[in-house]
C-alpha cells in the first residue's frame, strides 16, 4: 500500500442541487465497471430519485459507519473501510459534506484525501455553492446561507474537473415533474431557490469558475511543455506603455482592438529597469492611463527588464496575448533599432501594432539631476582638502617614508574626500595633492622640475586614479540618491493605489493625504469660473486655502479648469512628478462625486417618472371599463321607448353602483399616487400580517371571489407593509389572474419567507406571455393588452408595481411550470 502513487481525484461539479452529477458518476462507474475496473461505492445519496438508484444495480456498496449524535443516528462515509478493501475507483458523493461530531475527520474532502493518500482514484460531486470563495456572493443571489463549504484549492487540486450543465428552464421542469424533490417540496422549490433568475446567476458562476480552471490548466500544460509560442485560445490584446503623454492614445487604440474581438482581454503593461532608477516615465501620466485601462475593462501591470523588447515579450508569450500594441518611437534613430523595430523583429506569432501619435520623433525627455549629495557632505570635502592636505604634508614632511609610500597616502586621502564629498572637492585635492608631492617630495625638492620619468609616471597614475575614484563614487551617490527617490515615489503611490483600492475615493480625504505626505499647510483643487480670471475652491484641506493658483506656493495644471494649488512650501521637481500623479487622481475622484451627485440628483426624477407611468397606465385601462359600465346602465335606466322590469331596473342599478365603486376606488388610487409622487402621501409602514389583508382584497373581487384559493402557512411571519396600498396591489393582481386563468382552473395564492423578505405569489393556469415581454407588460401602453387579452396579463399592472416599490418592495413576473404566470410581490419581513 505504501508503494502505491497517490490516487487520482475527479469532480463532478454542478451549479444547483438536480442537474445530475450523482446520475453522471453513477454513469462512470458503471462503464469503468465494463472495462473492467475494481469500483466500490463509498457513499452515493440518491435523494430518493429512482432512476438515480437503478444505476446502483450491481455496483458494490460499501457499509456506512453509524455515528449516534444528540440522541439520533446518522450514518456517515466510512473512509478506513474504503482503504481495507483498496478498490481501484471509489464513488464519493457531496464532497463538501460535514461529517458528524464524533467522525474520523470533521469534513468529507478530508476523507477523501485519506482515501487518495492510499493510492485509491476517487470520483466525487459538488455544487458551486459549497465552494468557499463563492459562499457570499450565493448568499447574496439567492439570500440562502450555506453552512457546507469547502476550500477552492481542494477541487482546484483535482485531476479532472467536469461541469454538469442543465440550463435554468430544464432543470425547473425536472423538479416540477418531480424528478428533484418530493411533491410537496415542489412548489417551494420552485418559488425559492429555484427560480430561474437563481439558477442562471449560479449556472453564471459555475461557468467562470470552471473557465478560469481551464485556463490555468492550459497556462501549466504550456509551462510544463515549454511552449513559448502564442496558443489563440482567446484574443488577448497587450499595449506598452512607457509613461508618455502618447499612452492615453495607445490605450483607446487597443480598447477598440480588443472590441473587435468578443470577449477579448485588454492588458496594459510598463517596462521599469532591473536596478530601479529608471525615471523616464511620469508617474503622472501613468496614474492616468492606469485609471483609463481599468475603466475600460483592462487590466495594468508593471514588469522589471533592461531589454525593453525582450521583457515585453516574455511577458506577452506570458500571458498568451496575441496582439501587442506599442507606440511609434518618440526619437530619430539613425544607426540603431528602436523598440518597436527590434519587438516586432522576435515577436513571432504575436501581431503587433504600431501607432503613430503627436510625440512620434520628438525625441525623448530625461529629467535632470541634481546635485547628488547634500551641501553639508560637500562642504565636509572641501574642509577635508584644505585642511587635510596641509596638515598631511606636514606631518610627512618629518617622517622618513619613500615616494610610493607617500603617494599612497596621498591617494588615500583624495578618496577619502570624495566619498565625503563628491567629485569636485576629490578632483581638487587630486590636482592639490600632485602639487604638494612635486614641490615637497619629488627630488629635486622645492622646484617644479621631476628628475625621474618614473616619479612622473607615478604621479599621473596618481591623479588619473584619484579621477577614476571621484568619479565612480559620485555616480555612486547619485544612483544612491535616485533610489531613494524611487523608493520614496514608490512608497507614495503604492498609498495613493491603496487609498483608491480601499474606496476612501472622497476628494477631501484624497487631498488630505497628499498635504500629509509632502507636509503641506493647504492644498486647494481650483476650478476655473465662467468670470474670465476668476476661480472657485472645489475641494480644500488644511489651512488657508489658496484662492487662485497665482497665490499657491506650487500649482499642477490637471486640465483647461482645474488646477491643484499647494501652500506650505515649494516642492522640487522630483516631488512635482509625484504630485502630478496625486492631482490625475483627485480629478477622477472629482468626476466620480459629480456623478454621484447627479445620479442622486436624477434619482427623484426617475422615481417621479416610474409614478408618472403608473398613473397613466390607469388612466388609459382602469378607468375606462367603470366609466362603460356606468355610462351604458344609466342610458338604458333613461330610455323612454323601453319598460325595465323591477327585477331588470334593480340589476341595472346595481351594475352601475358597483361601477362607480370601482371608479371611487380607482380614483382613490390615483390620488393617492398623486400625493406619494408630490411626497404629500405618506406611507404608513406597519408590521401585516397577510391574513388580516387578504380577505378584504377578495371581497373586492366580487363574483369572481369563488375562483381564489389560498395556501397561507399559518407560522408566515409579518410583513413591513401599507394594509391599503397591499390590498389594492392584491386585488390588482388577483382580479387580472381570474381574467386570464382557463375556465374552471383556480387561482392560486400563496405566500412563503425567504431570509429577510416575505413573498405573496398569485399563481394563474393562463396562456402565460413571452419572457421577453416580462417588463413590456409594466410599461404604460397597454393597447395590446386592449384588444387581444391573451397577449398581455390584464390591467393596473403599472399601478400595482408603482404601489410597491413605494413600500419598499419588488414585483416580478415569472412563468408557472406547466403553463401561466406567477406574479410575486416581495416586501421586507417585519423587525
Known sequence: MGGRPRGRLRVYLGAAPGVGKTYAMLSEARRARERGKDVVVGFVETHGRARTARLLDGLEVLPRQTMTYKGATFTELDPAAVIERAPTLALVDELAHTNVPGSRNAKRWQDVEEILDAGIDVVSTVNIQHLESLNDVVERITGVTQRETIPDEVVRRADQIELVDMSPEALRRRLAHGNVYLPERVDAALANYFRVGNLTALRELALLWVADKVDEQLGRYRTDHSIAGTWEARERVVVALTGGPEGDTLVRRAARVAAKGKGADLLAVHITSADGLTTDGDPAHLARQRALVEDLGGTYHQVVGDDVPRALLEFARGVNATQLVLGASRRKRLLTRGVGVTTTALSGSIDVHMVPHEATGAGRYRPRSGAALTRRRRLSGWALVLLGMPLLTAGLRVTDLSLPSEILLFLLLVVGVALTGGMWPALTGAVLGFGLLNWFFTPPLHTWT??????????????????????????????????????????????????????????????????????????????????????????????????????????????????????????????????????????????????????????????????????????????????????????????????????????????????????????????????????????????????????????????????????????????????????????????????????????????????????????????????????????????????????????????????????????????????????????????
Do not use: C
Open 450 to 831: 621631476i628628475a625621474e620619468p618614473e616619479n612622473v609616471l607615478a604621479l599621473a597614475i596618481f591623479v588619473l586614479v584619484a579621477a577614476m575614484v571621484s568619479t565612480v563614487v559620485d555616480l555612486a551617490a547619485r544612483r544612491s540618491r535616485d533610489a531613494a527617490r524611487s523608493r520614496a515615489d514608490a512608497e507614495v503611490l503604492s498609498t495613493l493605489a491603496g487609498h483608491v483600492l480601499r474606496g476612501e475615493g472622497a476628494l477631501p480625504s484624497l487631498l488630505a493625504r497628499m498635504r500629509e505626505t509632502f507636509g503641506l499647510s493647504a492644498v486647494t483643487l481650483l476650478e476655473r469660473d465662467e468670470e474670465p480670471g476668476e476661480w472657485r475652491v472645489v475641494a480644500t484641506t488644511g489651512g488657508l486655502p489658496a484662492t487662485s493658483p497665482g497665490t499657491a506656493d506650487t500649482d499642477v495644471a490637471i486640465d483647461d479648469r482645474l488646477v491643484l494649488a499647494a501652500r506650505g512650501r515649494l516642492l522640487e521637481a522630483s516631488d512635482r512628478r509625484v504630485l502630478e500623479a496625486f492631482a490625475a487622481q483627485a480629478a477622477v475622484a472629482l468626476r466620480q462625486q459629480r456623478l454621484r451627485e447627479a445620479a442622486d440628483r436624477a434619482e427623484p426624477l426617475a422615481e417621479a417618472d416610474r409614478m408618472r407611468t403608473a398613473l397613466l397606465a390607469a388612466v388609459g385601462h382602469d378607468l375606462r371599463t367603470p366609466l362603460a359600465s356606468a355610462k351604458a346602465a344609466v342610458e338604458s335606466l333613461r330610455a323612454t321607448d323601453v319598460t325595465w322590469s323591477d327585477e331588470d331596473r334593480a340589476e341595472l342599478l346595481a351594475t352601475a353602483d358597483e361601477s362607480l365603486i370601482r371608479l371611487n376606488r380607482l380614483v382613490s388610487n390615483l390620488l393617492d399616487m398623486s400625493r406619494l409622487q408630490a411626497g404629500a402621501l405618506g406611507v404608513r409602514l406597519e408590521p401585516v400580517a397577510i391574513e388580516d389583508v387578504l380577505p378584504h382584497a377578495v371581497d373586492d373581487l366580487g363574483p369572481v371571489r369563488d375562483r381564489l384559493v389560498s395556501d397561507i402557512p399559518p407560522d408566515l411571519p409579518e410583513l413591513q407593509a401599507d394594509p391599503a396600498l397591499l390590498e389594492r396591489v392584491l386585488v390588482n393582481l388577483m382580479a387580472n389572474a381570474v381574467r386570464y386563468s382557463r375556465d374552471g382552473e383556480p387561482v392560486l395564492v400563496s405566500a412563503s419567507w425567504h431570509g429577510e423578505y416575505v413573498e405573496i405569489r398569485v399563481v394563474d393556469r393562463g396562456p402565460g406571455i413571452p419572457a421577453d415581454a416580462h417588463e413590456r407588460v409594466f410599461l404604460p401602453f397597454q393597447r395590446l393588452g386592449d384588444r387581444h387579452n391573451h397577449a398581455g396579463v390584464g390591467l393596473g399592472l403599472a399601478l400595482s408595481r408603482g404601489l410597491t416599490e413605494a413600500m419598499g418592495g419588488t414585483l416580478v413576473p415569472e412563468d408557472t411550470p406547466g403553463g401561466g404566470l406567477t406574479m410575486t410581490i416581495s416586501l421586507r419581513r417585519a423587525t
